[in-house]
């Protein structure tokens, strides 16, 4: 007993001694102050921070264009934009790389004979390349890397967060675009992150190339600055509060 209670003593006594020649070191040392990060206005309940640009207000498609580089047909209403379905996707005017996004979209209400990929189907392409899928996946089963918030033919979401057709949908989105080496290859592949109201999906995952409809991804080198796209798929798919901000 006389042996535990000396070696629990030199214990502490070692313990003791390491402690005060820790509070003889300068905190200062290791304490950064520069640069110091910028203070911004974050919003509220989903509004654009003061660092944002805003895609979509509610108001016009004057931040967009249709593949001929005209005015999309998509129909502006009631604070928001609805696909035409044959009018095509539409395109940001401004080219973008690294991002974060918010947007929210909405599929109808009636889903009277819409099953799989025609529940609704749109999606957000980065770089006009590489897809986050858009679909009412509310207990409407499809492949599962072609359902909502899957990174379209190569990831599936880690869990189904899907609000019931009729009701918004959130979307988050932390888009890493991809850098390329002078023979093409990637340097750096593109990564995504998604929360789907509010719950993660999609953790900070690689994109092997280009998310296609047939066949593997490619390896597609691109400028370094393209549109974000919103899909036409043939369906009814509503939007509003898009904004963005350049990382």
Same mark, same amino acid.
């Given at each position: ?10 214990? %502490? ?16 040392? @290791?304490?950064?102050?520069?640069? !110091? ?12 921070? =003061? ?8 108001? =016009?498609?004057?931040?967009?264009? $249709? ?11 009631? /604070?928001?934009? @609805? ?13 973008? &790389?690294?991002?974060?996004? +918010?947007? !929210? ?5 009636? *889903? ?5 990929? &025609? ?7 980065? &770089? ?11 207990? $409407?089963?499809?492949?599962? #890397? /072609?359902?909502?918030? =899957? ?8 869990? $189904? ?14 888009? @890493?675009?991809?850098?390329? #080496?002078?023979?093409? *290859? %990637?340097? =750096?592949?593109?990564?995504? *992150?998604?929360?789907? #109201?509010?719950?993660?999906?999609? $953790? +900070? ?25 919103? &899909? ?6 509503? %939007?509003? #509060? ?6």
């Amino acid at each position: 007993m006389k042996l535990l209670n000396l070696l629990l003593s030199l214990t %502490f006594i070692f313990i003791a001694n390491g402690l005060i020649a820790q509070d003889k070191g300068d905190p200062k040392k @290791t304490e950064v102050w520069e640069p !110091e990060p910028v203070a911004i206005t974050p919003g509220h309940f989903n509004a654009p921070p =003061s660092d944002a640009v805003v895609l979509f207000d509610g108001t =016009s498609l004057k931040n967009f264009v $249709n593949s001929k580089g005209e005015t999309p047909e998509w129909v502006v209403a009631e /604070g928001s934009m @609805t696909v035409k379905p044959g009018s095509g996707p539409i395109f940001t005017k401004q080219g973008f &790389q690294d991002v974060q996004i +918010h947007l !929210e979209w909405k599929a109808p209400g009636d *889903t009277t004979g819409l099953v799989g990929q &025609q529940r609704n189907n749109s999606g957000v392409f980065f &770089q006009n390349k590489y897809e986050v899928q858009i679909l009412d996946s509310y207990k $409407n089963r499809t492949y599962s #890397n /072609g359902q909502a918030t =899957s990174v379209y033919k190569q990831h599936i979401p880690l869990v $189904n967060a899907c609000r019931p057709p009729g009701e918004w949908q959130v979307y988050d989105i932390i888009y @890493t675009a991809p850098r390329f #080496n002078e023979d093409g *290859t %990637f340097k =750096s592949n593109p990564y995504i *992150t998604v929360l789907h #109201n509010g719950v993660l999906v999609q $953790n +900070h995952v690689k994109l092997e190339g280009t998310t296609e409809y047939i066949g593997p991804p490619k390896v597609t080198p691109h400028e370094d600055k393209l549109p974000i796209q919103l &899909q036409d798929h043939g369906n009814y798919v509503s %939007f509003r #509060n898009i904004w963005l901000r350049e990382l």
